[in-house]
Structure formats: structure tokens, C-alpha cells
């Protein structure tokens, strides 16, 4: 008995750790059907090697985050230093990182789009950067800016 039970736990164990694995969209389009299809903004998170890596170890990596985002928001990441990208894409990631207004790296971008006769629009919620304060401080804030009724 106490080795099935000690099996099961086991493999609800692993279960959850890999149900914790976030899914990062890297195709703007693909994020922005997902995002329409499932009705949830896009959470953008502008990158580049060398930053920072503040937010992904304190804020992305936490079990808090990844909870919260399964529920709330389409996750995207647009790295600007990856050499595998397409120019096109690479062009397409610096017009939208400029169009967001961001300028320091890592910084996370809140928005829906639409898209209609092929051509897209954004509509930018908000930014939040990295802020010491662990996750749940991050998730307030961002929670902030997805439901500015809520929080007044």
C-alpha cells in the first residue's frame, strides 16, 4: 500500500511540475489569434541577450506566475537579440518594441489586437518592468493594469 501511494505521488508530482512550464508564443500572429480565440490580452515580454534576468528567475519561474498567467493572459516573448529569427520578424519585434515606447530591457507590454483586411492593430493596456517585490507584488500590479475597475 505504501508503495502505490508513494508511486502516485510520485507521478503527481511530476504532473505538476510540468503543468508549471509556461508556454511562450514567439509568432506575433499566431499569439494574436490565440489571444482572440481564447479572449485574453497578450502579455509581451520584450528581451534581448544580456539583460537583466531579474524577472524570468524572481517573477516568471515562480509557480505563483505560472498559475496566473494560464488564467489570465497569452504569454509572448519577443527577444530582439535572437539570431534565428527572420528579418522580417526581427524588423517586425523592433517596430513593435518602438510603438510600445519601450526602452529599457526587460520590460513586459500589456495588449489586444485585432486584426481586420490585414491589418492589425494594437491596443496597449500597459507596461510594468521588473520591481523588486517577488511575484505576487508583480501579479498585483499587472492585475492593476488588466482590470483598472477592479482595483479602484
Known amino acids: ?3 502505490k501511494l508513494l ?3 510520485v507521478f503527481f508530482g511530476s504532473f505538476m511540475l510540468h503543468s508549471q512550464n509556461l508556454v511562450w508564443r514567439t509568432n506575433m500572429t499566431d499569439a494574436i489569434a490565440i489571444s482572440n480565440e481564447q ?4 502579455l509581451i515580454l520584450f528581451t534581448a541577450s544580456g539583460v537583466p534576468d ?3 528567475n524572481e517573477i516568471f519561474k515562480t ?6 498567467s494560464r488564467d489570465n493572459v497569452i504569454l509572448v516573448k519577443l527577444d530582439l537579440s535572437d539570431i534565428n529569427a527572420s528579418d522580417s520578424d526581427k524588423e517586425q519585434n523592433v517596430r513593435l518594441k518602438n510603438a510600445f515606447g519601450v526602452v529599457e530591457l526587460p520590460e513586459v507590454c500589456f495588449a489586444s ?3 481586420r483586411k490585414n491589418k492589425t492593430t494594437f491596443s496597449a493596456l500597459g507596461k510594468l518592468a521588473y520591481k523588486p517585490g517577488g511575484a505576487k507584488s508583480w501579479i498585483s500590479e499587472s492585475n492593476s493594469i488588466l482590470h483598472p475597475s477592479e482595483s479602484e
Open 113 to 115: 489586437a485585432s486584426v
Open 39 to 42: 479572449n485574453k490580452p497578450m
Open 1 to 3: 500500500m505504501t508503495k
Open 63 to 68: 509557480p505563483d506566475f505560472a498559475v496566473w
Open 7 to 9: 508511486i502516485l505521488l
Open 54 to 56: 531579474n524577472l524570468q
